[in-house]
């Protein structure tokens, strides 16, 4: 197994080259899922990501927690406003949408499902394996909701769905499994 975690040593923390190889492969792959899955949603041709320097800790009022367990472990979590929301189901939906409601948090949870089934199959193309499976997403609203992680296991993404309008991603990976 390797373990995304850096190993302690006298002196410092070290990290292995083929370790980190591995972990950004996984989340190149999981990054393209998001990638293509908004592209084909929103068709906007303007779906592009950008990694945030500092890793995000607070996340939007509305977040969605996937679970990866298997040849991968760890966790994505989307995070998004009210305005993205609503513009995500608008286009899921092929309506024009005012409110958040019940119809609105379902559409989201489908898009993210959609997302999780596309990086699942990837996944598992990658490591030749059917060792890996996603939580069911789960749907979660507040304020001032933060992310209680190691810092050293975090990478954070805006993905930019159109002119204003963005999902903040953080893939949370904790180990993974030789092939």
Not at 57 to 67: F, Q, S, Y
């Amino acid at each position: 197994m390797y373990s995304l975690m850096p190993k302690r040593r006298k002196g410092g923390m070290v990290v292995s080259n083929d370790l980190r190889e591995i972990e950004l492969k996984c989340i190149e792959i999981i990054l393209n899922a998001i990638l293509e899955t908004a592209e084909m949603i929103v068709g906007s041709g303007n779906v592009s990501s950008v990694l945030i320097e500092e890793q995000k800790r607070k996340l939007d009022e509305n977040a969605i927690l996937l679970g990866i367990a298997g040849q991968v472990n760890g966790e994505l979590i989307f995070g998004l406003n009210e305005t993205a929301l609503k513009y995500i189901a608008s286009k899921m939906l092929e309506m024009e949408i005012d409110e958040v409601n019940e119809l609105t948090t379902s559409s989201m949870v489908e898009f993210i499902n959609m997302i999780s089934g596309s990086a699942t199959i990837k996944l598992v193309d990658h490591f030749d394996s059917d060792k890996l499976k996603m939580s069911p997403p789960l749907f979660l609203k507040g304020k001032d909701m933060n992310i209680d992680n190691r810092p050293d296991t975090i990478k954070s993404y805006r993905v930019s769905l159109d002119e204003g309008i963005h999902i903040d991603v953080t893939v949370a990976l904790i180990d993974v499994k030789k092939k």
